[in-house]
């Protein structure tokens, strides 16, 4: 086939089904699984199977691993940690990792004003935690999200997410005062509108629903992701984020900017929402901060961040020495301009790769996103933009029965998207779109045929 993508079996192979086979009868059938590859080792931006096959990773453990499969630094900082302590516990003493890396978020995150960071174990409980800071700093009950989000799974972050059917069906009750508010889709905006108006009417809207869902000085923060993750991809226009920051700015609202998918260099910035230029109250970090070990922080101004009590926040685990020190490795390396650099060329060539096909794919509707964080949405029609999530799909079986791993987005689920290790390979990066564009060609002519 190529040089990277390496087949011995069938995709999953004999091994992987025996495997799988005890997933299915261990583990809660909610669990859901994008794919069948079934790991033995990773690195960089290739994953072996158990069977012998080596697979190009276009998936990233959801955007867990912009720096790659065990990067080295990474290794060399947690055996280090290892062989120094493991959990002195920070809610119980002090130890200088922590420190540093809080030290490092505070002086590379957006804003010149004085930041502190906490420091937790995921990107729900960064969330959660924003959100607990800023209701106790405004002492008020009201959190906006937006249409679309991916918070987390928590009861408070489930409550703030958007896609019901996938996520909080069954779920219920969920948390109080969340107000949802509409989120621009430029992509699906009405045809009569220009995207210029569209904005406008989206920020129209906005003034609305701080009128008729929720007034302005019941609000503790308002929270949205600068890229939504789970909702496509969608990059929020910068007048809508602006917007944002000037009713934060007149009612003392906080602005908490949600990057766990959207950060760690993955937009060809450290934080997405630094291509705005607006600056954010509080950030919320998780992913590929810490190269796939469980690690989050929250990082905002540091009159917002002091204002619980004493002893009204932390958790047992949250700062883990161990995922501290793979964390301040990680980030270290992110921040280089090469790095970031890097991430905005691998972005340029799937783009490009895409576009290309969308001349000979009519169910290609767009490309979107910013830098290495990229989605290509699939719809049954081009001028009526109907979702075509079963198209989607196929691509992606043929593809990773092929070698290359890939999921799905969106609140239709009509979207593949793009996150390779930055540190893929031109090579490996092209071979793995050669396969996904044979899978988009087979997908279509199997439809011309059914039709």
């Known amino acids: ?58 998936a990233g453990g959801i955007g867990m691993v912009n720096l790659g499969h065990r990067p080295q630094a990474v290794v060399d900082a947690v055996k280090a940690q290892l062989d120094q302590y493991i959990h002195p516990g920070a809610l119980v003493t002090t130890f200088e990792p922590y420190l540093e890396f809080a030290e490092l978020l505070n002086a590379i995150t957006p804003g010149d004003f004085p930041k502190k960071t ?31 989000a991916y918070h987390g799974r928590t009861m408070l ?17 969920y948390a109080q005062d969340i107000y949802r508010f509409h989120s621009p889709n430029v992509y699906r905006r009405p045809d009569s509108m220009t995207e210029e108006q569209y904005i406008d009417f989206c920020i129209e809207r906005f003034d609305q629903n701080l009128i008729s869902h929720v007034d302005p000085s019941a609000v503790a923060a308002i929270i949205i992701e600068p890229v939504q993750g789970e909702g496509g ?17 007149t009612h003392g609202i906080v602005f908490i900017a949600d990057e766990v998918q959207a950060g760690a260099g993955r937009t060809g910035k450290f934080l997405s929402i630094e291509h705005s230029g607006v600056v954010p109250d509080i950030v919320t970090m998780a992913k590929s901060i810490g190269s796939g070990l469980p690690i989050s922080a ?39 301009p090469e ?51 079963d198209f989607a799909m196929a691509v992606i079986k043929k593809s990773v029965s092929n070698g290359v791993i890939l999921i799905r987005a969106g609140l ?40």
């Open 1 to 58: 086939m190529g040089t990277e993508i390496k087949k011995v079996t069938e995709i999953p192979g004999p091994k992987s089904k025996e495997i799988l086979a005890r997933r299915a009868a261990a583990l809660p059938a909610g669990l859901g699984k994008s794919t069948e590859v079934v790991v033995e080792k990773a690195e960089g931006a290739l994953i072996w199977d158990v069977d012998g096959n080596q697979l190009v990773d276009f």
């Open 118 to 148: 906490l420091l937790a174990n995921s990107g729900s409980e960064a969330v959660e935690n924003a959100v607990s800071i800023a209701r106790y700093y405004t002492k008020r009950p009201a959190i906006i999200c937006f249409e679309g």
């Open 157 to 173: 972050t489930l409550s703030l997410t958007s896609k019901y059917g996938l996520f909080k069906k069954g779920f219920g009750s």
């Open 233 to 249: 991809f969608i990059p929020v226009p910068k007048r809508f984020l602006e917007k944002i920051r000037q009713v934060c700015d």
């Open 298 to 336: 929250i990082t905002g101004k540091a009159e917002i961040m002091d204002a619980p009590h004493l002893g009204g926040i932390g958790g047992t685990y949250s700062g883990s020495p161990i995922a501290v020190a793979g964390a301040l490795a990680t980030v270290k390396e992110i921040i280089k």
């Open 339 to 389: 790095f970031l650099n890097r991430a905005v060329h691998v972005g340029q060539i799937i783009t490009d790769r895409i576009n290309a096909m969308k001349e000979k794919y009519p169910a290609i509707a767009e490309v979107r996103g910013i830098g290495a964080m990229l989605v290509v949405e699939f719809v049954k029609d081009r001028k009526t933009k109907e979702p075509d999530m």
């Open 412 to 451: 239709y689920t009509n979207c593949i998207r793009f996150l390779p290790p930055i540190v893929i390979t031109d090579a490996q990066l092209n071979e793995g779109l050669d396969v996904i564009e044979k899978a988009i060609h087979e997908v279509t002519n199997e439809k011309m045929q059914l039709a």
